[in-house]
């Protein structure tokens, strides 16, 4: 069974730093293509960043944000630095696989004063 769970969510000042967890199980982690996303209320969910063999971001996180993964652990992250109010939102990761995707149940980060 196919399973993906985000942590790491939680409150933070603007300009403060968070990092967000994947752990994920029950398929060949290593061969997944690992993403995250993010939905702020009211809006459609965006894509922020992606690893393969490489890394790719989306411009509005750019330089801010690092996505990294461990295949021994089975887990992906998200480092985010310099944390703007913009960045309040839902944030989801994914895997996917042969055009199959599995999502987790997103975790809360509010950037707030």
């Known amino acids: 069974q196919v399973n993906v769970v985000e942590s790491g969510g939680g409150l933070v000042q603007p300009g403060g730093s968070l990092r967000l967890s994947c752990a994920a199980s029950?398929?060949?982690?290593?061969?997944?293509?690992m993403s995250w996303y993010r939905q702020a209320p009211g809006t459609e969910r965006e894509w922020v960043a992606t690893?393969?063999?490489?890394?790719n971001y989306a411009d509005s996180v750019k330089g801010r944000f690092t996505i990294s993964r461990d295949n021994a652990k089975n887990t992906v992250y998200l480092q985010m630095n310099s944390l703007k109010p913009e960045d309040t939102a839902v944030y989801y990761c994914?895997?996917?696989?042969?055009?199959?995707?599995?999502w987790g149940q997103g975790t809360q980060v509010t950037v707030s004063s």
């Open positions: 994914k895997a996917r696989f042969l055009r199959v995707d599995y």
């Open positions: 690893i393969t063999s490489t890394t």
């Open positions: 029950g398929f060949r982690f290593s061969s997944y293509i």
